[in-house]
């Protein structure tokens, strides 16, 4: 009986905290995570101090007590059910795009764009175009293949932008299948990232505080449409000559 109070508990802890990563892995939030974890430490808390402590049987148990433990073995197996299940799911990648001969899963991109871009239909679209890119890019396929087999877009696009190669790939492209983008964290952190990787390297660094600079035109910038910003299209507007012009003179560091 106390082992399997044990295994139970180990169980419960798993199967929430699984789906709590999984919510957070599709929303970003972290309110999935903290909720889930609080819920499966108190159910494996609960069970563990069942299974060690002594029980005197001649002692009649309190119904409340009797109640509460019904509703704890309810709703642990209800998440034991739905681990399995997930687990089982978890070995077929729903969306997936052939290229080069290439099985590439999209099911990670989907849901990782999915407070970025909310039509489920245009994230697919999307990402089947970011692996077309990705599929047919030659520093990938010698330095990333796995990454890409494995659907880890995400990774692959980071490694690539550290080592300045983020502006060889086109796959701003593929925002052309995006009809509203929402601005988001991570958006805001892309926008930022590139005009970084931009200016380092160049006598704009000995010109700029790139930080503050680099700061101050995303800030500027979430007052307009996330599309626009993204395709381009903005840069040639007057005001982005308007932001860029401010956003330089506050940040000028030295001597002209």
């Known amino acids: 009986m106390k082992s399997g109070k044990i295994l139970l508990a180990i169980l419960i802890f798993i199967s929430f905290m699984r789906e709590g990563l999984n919510a957070f892995k599709e929303t970003g939030d972290a309110w999935f995570v903290i909720i889930m974890l609080t819920v499966a430490l108190l159910l494996s808390g609960l069970l563990i101090r069942s299974a060690f402590k002594p029980k005197d049987r001649f002692v009649q148990e309190n119904k409340n007590k009797i109640?509460?433990?019904?509703?704890?073995?309810?709703?642990?197996?209800?998440?034991?059910?739905?681990?399995?299940l997930n687990s089982g799911q978890d070995k077929t990648e729903e969306y997936v795009a052939d290229y080069n001969g290439m099985k590439i899963?999209?099911?990670?991109?989907?849901?990782?764009?999915?407070?970025?871009?909310?039509?489920?239909?245009?994230?697919?679209?999307?990402?089947?175009?970011?692996?077309?890119?990705?599929?047919?890019?030659?520093?990938?396929?010698?330095?990333?293949?796995?990454?890409?087999?494995?659907?880890?877009?995400?990774?692959?696009?980071?490694?690539?932008?550290?080592?300045?190669?983020?502006?060889?790939?086109?796959?701003?492209?593929?925002?052309?299948?995006?009809?509203?983008?929402?601005?988001?964290?991570?958006?805001?952190?892309?926008?930022?990232?590139?005009?970084?990787?931009?200016?380092?390297?160049?006598?704009?660094?000995?010109?700029?505080?790139?930080?503050?600079?680099?700061?101050?035109?995303?800030?500027?910038?979430?007052?307009?449409?996330?599309?626009?910003?993204?395709?381009?299209?903005f840069y040639e507007t007057k005001q982005w000559v308007k932001i860029d012009s401010i956003c330089t003179a506050r940040n000028l560091i030295g001597d002209l």
């Not at 433990?69 to 739905?82: C, E, P, Q, T």
């Not at 701003?172 to 930022?192: H, L």
Request: include cysteine; charge should be negative.
């Open 67 to 84: 109640y509460l433990w019904n509703f704890i073995k309810v709703v642990s197996i209800l998440g034991i059910i739905g681990f399995v």
């Open 105 to 233: 899963p999209l099911d990670k991109c989907i849901r990782g764009n999915v407070r970025m871009i909310e039509s489920e239909e245009e994230r697919i679209n999307y990402c089947d175009c970011m692996a077309g890119i990705l599929a047919n890019n030659e520093t990938v396929l010698t330095d990333y293949k796995d990454l890409l087999l494995n659907g880890d877009f995400g990774e692959i696009i980071n490694s690539m932008k550290s080592r300045g190669l983020g502006g060889t790939m086109g796959l701003e492209g593929c925002f052309g299948f995006v009809t509203n983008i929402e601005w988001t964290d991570n958006v805001k952190i892309a926008i930022k990232g590139g005009f970084r990787n931009e200016m380092r390297g160049t006598d704009l660094e000995e010109r700029l505080d790139i930080e503050g600079y680099c700061d101050c035109i995303v800030d500027s910038l979430v007052n307009y449409p996330a599309n626009e910003i993204i395709s381009g299209e």
